[in-house]
């Protein structure tokens, strides 16, 4: 299977009946191709459909028009392949740190041994930082703590494919930054294929290769697909000093502000099936002053 | 001194006992005013009308006879004079017996009407009219189709802790998270598993709580139906020491429903807190 298009979603819409016998269209036409190892940001106001689209891709919604593929194959419902971190943790509170983790494994593995479940859940614990903290029930971690055992659970079942549906945005930001650090790492070391939503300008920026625009629901469309400039072993700490930086920020920030409004009406000639791949730059250098004579 | 809240409460608990005791002593001490009477008449008036003792049992005559009881708790001297143990031995059986098969029936009920909308909205009629309808009500019916007394308080007992337990497990298992369900879908959990190590943990303390209800109804209940199919048990053997006018044994029998109705509710609670999940 072709690694440039190991997603793609093809046309899908997703309509609901309205009160009068009509639909509400909450979004139409998108079609998106995501490359394989790569991380994919979606943006955009609440209402325009981000969480719907992952799930879909999750397998935990289903499209009333089109279809998405995954490594060759049509999404038919959840699968294995594709994990979710969800955005309120979902942590099941009975069980431990271990447990949570367990049963992701022992749902992927159903003939392995307790031993070897153990072993490999434990091996994704250490990986998120959670050493020590095995035995403990979720009630009794922190936010970001809990958040991390999220990762581990949806890294251990080692998907094709990451879904995060807005993953940090009920965490304070210190441990917003850390946690997106890790995420990065690890998207890094393992190459795992992101699809993740968010409504943090800046976390986009640090984290997506790509970032994808979507205009105001109902009806919404991808305005743009942005091409990250920054280079790929940005850190968070001196990311807004690297000279794209604020170019890309203020495009993204124009975007949300008023043209994701006024989009659908304006641009006439927009392909949805072609979606504009843009690639924001240094501002052109302009002359701002005569000189006097 | 600071002391604990619980050591104060106790003392507190104490102090209230004693104040009723004492009050209940001086309220039945006697009346005092006998009249002269013959003989012969005396010994057909009661010791209210010669000694001007009250009408009432003390809290004296009611300790002595409660030591009687405890002394000799499984006496069997006939139909009609059986030990408070075994009479309480009765009813717990016929409670317990009733109640379990009450949780056979509920909780797999419960766990169909709280995962299916359809069997949900199909049963919600029967359901609605068959659960106010008194489970003394059923008993004739119970008497002419079972034609056995004892097996017939066991049924009331059944169809009276049914109602509780089946709406609290189908609204336990219904009130799933959703975002549990979806990560035992993303993990491509199958239904037997997922209904086992997702749903029933999650509506355990629902179904738990539905339980302890149950149990205290059962055990509302079963007074009532001893009192009414007769023979043995806790019921029974109240109105069988009324027809007797021994309210002694009356005020033994409420003392002893009491103590039993906390213990099975206690033993639910611990149950229930042993299932329950701090979120």
Known sequence: MSDERFVSIEGIAKRYPGPSGGSTTIFENLWLPIKRGEFCCVIGHSGCGKTTVLNILAGLDQPSEGAVIVDGQAIEGPSLDRAVIFQSHALLPWRSVLGNVAFAVSSKWRDWSAAKVRAHAQKFIDLVGLIGSEHKRPSELSGGMKQRVGIARALSITPKMMLMDEPFSALDALTRGTLQDEVRRICLETGQTTFMITHDVDEAIYLADKIILMTNGPGAVLAEILENPLPKDRARIDIHRHPHYYGLRNHIIDFLVSRSKSFTQTAKNHDPRNVPVVRPALPEPSVISEPAA | ?279
């Open chain 2, 1 to 279: 001194m600071p002391s604990s809240l619980s050591l104060r409460a106790a003392i507190v608990s104490v102090a209230l006992l004693l104040v009723f005791l004492i009050g209940w002593h001086i309220a039945t001490r006697g009346t005092g005013a006998t009249a002269t009477m013959s003989p012969e008449y005396a010994r057909l008036m009661g010791a209210t009308a010669t000694q001007g003792k009250s009408a009432m049992p003390g809290p004296l005559d009611v300790g002595a006879k409660l030591w009687e009881h405890i002394k000799s708790p499984f006496y069997d001297k006939g139909p009609n004079d059986k030990g408070l143990g075994i009479q309480l031995g009765y009813s717990i059986a016929r409670v317990l017996l009733g109640y379990l098969l009450a949780v056979v029936f509920a909780v797999p009920l419960g766990f169909l009407i709280g995962m299916s909308p359809l069997m949900s909205k199909a049963l919600d009629p029967f359901i609605q009219i068959l659960k106010p309808i008194s489970p003394l009500a059923w008993m004739p019916l119970a008497l002419y189709t079972i034609k056995d007394s004892s097996v017939s308080a066991i049924f009331v007992i059944f169809i009276c802790a049914l109602w509780p337990m089946l709406i609290n497990t189908a609204f336990g298992v219904a009130a799933v998270r959703k975002e549990w369900i979806n990560v035992a879908r993303t993990l491509e959990v199958g239904n037997v598993r997922r209904a086992f190590t997702v749903i029933l943990p999650a509506a355990a303390p629902t179904i738990l709580t539905g339980m302890r209800i149950s149990i205290g109804i059962a055990w509302l209940v079963i007074v009532a139906a001893e009192m009414l199919v007769g023979g043995t048990g806790i019921g029974y053997f109240v109105w069988n020491e009324w027809n007797n006018l021994s309210i002694t044994n009356v005020i033994i029998a409420i003392l002893f429903i009491g103590l039993i109705g906390m213990i099975l509710d206690q033993i639910l609670a611990r149950f229930a807190r042993m299932v329950t999940f701090p979120e």
